[in-house]
Each structure stands twice: as structure tokens, then as C-alpha cells.
């Protein structure tokens, strides 16, 4: 199945049950959850993905579209002072990097293809640099 987090509603479409999904499209920017049932890889297609990314208030599950790792603040320099902080899921471990607690902070890097949670606190647009 994939997942993906959306406005504040989950979205997921299941491949056993197409008739009860309700996400029909994968787009550059957006963060998915996929539960697969052996490794693989995704093969991708499509126009070349926008550096600019819409936040909601609250959370959000984006794609880092980037080409290359970039370190945090970098990363977020164009929302900087409107989140709260970030979260990603890597290796099986979570890893969260909080502006006000940056000695605490175990992520430090935005990696090509990974997936965050980004805890706004207002709408904004997250421009890569």
C-alpha cells in the first residue's frame, strides 16, 4: 500500500482494494509511506520537479526534491522562524531536528529522495535553495 499525508488527511491507495483508495497520483514534493512486500526500486517518470513546495499550518509530509544532501539549515533557510521542527524516518530510526534545540537534534542532512515531516506554524512555501 501507499500513504501519503496530504491538507491534514491521509490519502492511500491499495493495490488489492483500487475501488477504496482515494490517492491515484504520486507528485515530486510530496512525502509517501509505501509498505512493500520485499526490497525494490521505484523507477520514476515525469517532468523535473518544482523547488518550490506549499506548507499547511501544522504538519507536513514532503519529498526533498534536491538533487543533492544539503545540511539543515540550508535546507530550510527559506522557512526559517516558521516551523517548529522535523522529523524523518531513516535506517529504521527516527531523527528530528529542532531549531531550538539544535545540541538535541540528530538530523542534520536533507538526503535526495527522503521523505520529512515538517511542523509549520503558519501556511508557507519551502523553496530549495
Known sequence: SVWSYQNGYWRTFDPENPGFSDLSV???G?????????????PVSGA???RSISLTSGWNLVGYNFSASQDVGTAL???SGKYINVWTFSDGVWKVYDPANPGFSDLTHFHPGQGYWINTTTACTWILP
Not at 510530496?30 to 521505484?42: K, P, R, V
Open 26 to 28: 504520486m507528485e515530486a
Open 30 to 42: 510530496i512525502g509517501y509511506w509505501i509498505n512493500m512486500t520485499a526490497s525494490a526500486d521505484l
Open 48 to 50: 523535473p520537479a518544482s
Open 77 to 79: 533557510s527559506s522557512i
